[in-house]
């Protein structure tokens, strides 16, 4: 029997059990400490959702639930039955299912096959896969999940693939769905269908766990809500009665600052002027259609959108290392220089000597070499500087000395520069990459996704010395999926749908629900009316190409 | 966090590793019905008894160096290169080609040419390999395997049809002009006055084997093109980013390891056998690989790990001569320290972990 | 060239392509499952060791296939306690397989036999015989498909019908079957049968034990049917012959039996022409045995038709933190 949201919200001491209810989890992971002693307690046929800051232990605790791993400590209910949860199999028998962050399908299977595997019907596969064809008919039927089931997995979208793993759940006869961050990989449109489906299955019964980091979603779906910080449970309230803010400052453990001190933008020069950027990839598939913007001395572009949306190609291509195979066109000048786009003068070397400085997005593959000590990381991609080469050999003193002073003036700690990279903290690492890519003072700055998996603290000092370049006169092109971030620190904000730029806005005369259309894929055009009063001076509309000038008011 | 201290990652795994192999190994000599006590007992007698049993250690540490420093240096690009088999039979065949055809009056001449002519030998034979992996992903483990072949036909087929003397019979070259000859060590001992293993084929290039040792090290840990080695072996993206062009470190590290395999040949093919035979290499390729395994392909951990291999090369022919324990027996304890340090690793490491870390928990609380 | 001769050699090829073919079936179940298996050849030369003694011992080619599975699986075991359950570096683990059968096999051998690593050599029922198909002396006689039957499809011992027979056996098993399709769904991406609550380890534990029991009956082969005994080093590379075909026929059973095939007609052909006249050129046997190594390469480098292995082979599975 399904209990409505506002019942649930008050925890009323009914006779009917909790679907899931959890007593004093704890779970660790050689000296880290994943889940300290967690209570949680989700009622039946509501949908419930547990957020929390990356790392604060979300995720383990659902794949705990689902028997993914074994908790040190603590007793799991179902249906107020303890259940002792050893394997994903008794998972399963229990009703439970889990749609994970990354897939868990496999490529060259059909939608068919990867539906049964693990659950066929006998030692012969025909007769499971007749069985699973007519069920997925009239799943589709009920629940909008309609997909291909002789499809391959690779030849399917982000938001069908996710289906797919949903459905896996259903035929499962899944009860309790347990969704992992759904949306990060999803455009609005299809966040909004997958909404949809989920209202639907609580409509059936159905009870929901919902894990996120975005406060906007579980204003927006959930019944109730589970705050999650550092391993531990700090609170779990009815949605009704509650606030983004609150949520916001539960999550962080402070009254979190939304906005950024900073200053107008005074504008100079023009530092890097992209024009028509067109990027192919290995597959064929065209991630970048004609992008075109300016970035001036003294200012930061902040590039939003959902992520996959052409973002991470554009970073990595004018950071001199677009994807092996990728086929590339069109003209980026920097300082009123052409840059070479392809050939070997196209490398990430070569964007360094021209004054171009590069956070990646991601800095644990890419922007930081793990084994190597800090000191080593500081040197990174600058290793070839003359100042630290000495005959044959490298001067590993004077990185040393660089080093040290780095770690210094961004605060990084322990300020131990032998110390290997992955002994440092996320944020501590960030500022490690941070620290190197300013200190060389670019004229121009590429920082992907600046604040992701680190803590408040840095966050708040990564900020700061972002805006620091800026009113140094330097240009900063920002790409991050946190419209927040977005919003308090560009001094001009390009949204980047389906590797276009939909528009151009500035911060403080826009919200996020325009925002929000742009990176859903509404053009310009077609929200016309819903923009006024930008006075034409702010927006560089002469410096762009027509498809999105055509927006503003000539 | 690191889950032990890095002394016991570097000395401790390795040290339990090889102990456990030994162990087997002494098992093994039992099930044979051998004392493995008298078993160690001839060996260390017959290899480290006599300077004539350290003659032929260290010739064969010679040859292990090299092509242990082969392994490890594509190793630090995570190259698993299987060929230095391959590659040392092509540098013989560069040193062979380099003797007979240039007529070299001096062996201070005629050993830089041979090196050269080894070097790029060996480093031509990882070249294809190093490209195909670079450029078309094609695994490096496989074809290496597969060159290890080809190089065995081809040094056959040009054995036996092209530098075999007219009316001999063995597959071999004709002998290289004495002129080449490379002094031996008990030569060079002999003429600053000590008698030292005389009739061991150990000579001169144990010394380059050692300054090969340190110029590996120097460019591992103290060069741009170490550090971008190092950069892509632990992250391709991360290369990427840091304007390092895999391509070129892939190919260029393979060269390095290839030729370093290749040199080999100055030691066996040069130094003792002085014509090219067809088995001149011996599996000192492969024995490479256990090597790099348990010197933790640095330098030194080589060094230390191809003196041990050495040992037992020479101490297990001693056994084959003096015991009814064949000479295989050193390939059943080469496979075992391959085994336990290199695939076993975590069987080792698993339980020291846990042992650090309830320490540290312990200490802690 | 005539009709006989041609299918003399197609004859050979057809005893030489059998443990290659049923080494490559191992490869292709072992890889498949995601444990990259350069050790086929260590495990071939275990097991043809074992059952060339134990056939030696007992008389009985029988007990000496059996035992000849026995050898291999043990090396098979060591591979998975390596790759699987300590989750190791299978291809060090594999060249380490490779050496501890090269040296156990001479050490045993010349501790139980005194030959130098040889074992006695083999009469009788310790020998697998050839078995004449039914109607091959009567069919016989018929023109072109009667020396066909009765050459080349009659008279060969069991094992080569095993081998052959083992083809579509793995297709069916492969694609036709539940264990098929969780056997070849952990090594495309093993975290979606674990989460769909099967045991990765057992799975791959199977795959490896199947990869034992096929190099068993391929050692075996080698020692009692192909040979009447056990010599050092007999193998002789056929391991590797293998896994170059288990690439060749991009881990596909049927293209494994092409690719066998092809493999033992090369060294069919070499073993009968040392020097192959072909009028403009001679090709020296050293070429043709190389062969199957150069083609490997060259469908490696990827100009014939790609060769993509599964996609989580040779990485051992750990569960993502």
Redesign the interface.
Known sequence: MAMTAQDAGGRPETAAPYAIELKGISKA????QANKDIDLRVAKGSIHGIIGENGAGKSTLMSIL????KPDRGRILVNGEPIAIA??????RAGIG?V?Q?F??????TVL??I?????D?????P?LAKARGVLKQLAHEYELNVDPDETIEELSVGHQQRVEILKALYRQADILILDEPTGVLTPAEADHLFRILEGLKAEGKTIILITHKLREIMDITDTVSVMRRGEMVASVSTAETSPEALAELMVGRKVLLNVDKTPARPGAPVLEVRDLHLIDHEGVERLRGISFDIRAGEILGIAGVSGNGQTQLLELL???PEKGARVSGAIRMNGEALDLTGAGS??????RRGIG?V?E?RQ????????TAW?NI???Y??KAEY?KG???D?DAIRRDAKKYMEDFDCRPRNCDL?AR?FSGGNQQKLVVARELERNPDLLLIGQPTRGVDIGAIEFIHKRIIELRDAGKAVLLVSVELDEILSLSDRIAVMFDGRIMGERLPDQTTTGELGLLMAGVTDTEHHAAEDGIPPEHRHVDDLPDETANGGPR | MDKMPKWADVILTPLISLVLAMAISALVILAIGESPAAALKTMVDGALGSSYGWGFTLYYTTNFIFTGLAVAVAYHARLFNIGGEGQAMMGGLGVALVLLSVPLPHWLLALPAAMIGAALFGAAWALIPAWLQAKRGSHIVITTIMFNFIAAALLNYVLVNILRPVGSMDPASARFPESTYLPALTDIAAAIGIQWGKNTPVNITFLIAILACLLVWLLIWRTRLGYEIRALGRSEPGALYAGISPVRIIVIAMLISGGLAGLMAINNVMGESERLVLNAVEGAGFIGIAVALMGRNHPFGVFLAALLFGFLYQGGGELALWTSIPRELIVVIQALVILFTGALDNMVRMPLERMFLALRKRRAA | MDFNTVLQILDSAVRLMTPLLLACLAGLYSERSGVFDIGLEGKMLMAAFTAASVAYATGSAWLGLLAGIGGSMAMSLIHGLASITFMGNQLISGVAINFLASGMTVLLGQKIFGLGGRTPSLQGAARFQEITLPLADTLGQVPVIGPIYAQLISGHSILVYVAFLAVPLTWWVLFRTRFGLRLRAVGENPASVDTAGVSVTRLRYAAIGICGVLTGIAGAYLATSLSAGFVKEMTAGRGFIALAALIFAKWRPWGALGATFLFGLLEAIANRYPNLDLGIVTVPSMFMNALPYILTVIILAGFVGRAIPPRAGGEPYVKER
Do not use: C
Request: aromatic share 14%.
């Open positions: 992971f050689g000296p880290v689902y028997g993914f791993y394997d994903s199999q008794t998972a399963i889990m994970f990354h868990k399908l496999v490529q060259n299977f096959e990867n049964i595997l693990g659950v066929e006998g030692r012969l596969l025909r499971s950071g001199g290392y490398d990430a070397r070569t964007r360094r590069h990646p991601d593959t890419e922007g930081l070499i793990m084994d190597f080593e040197a990174f991609g290793h070839d080469q044959w050999l490298m590993n290997a002994d």
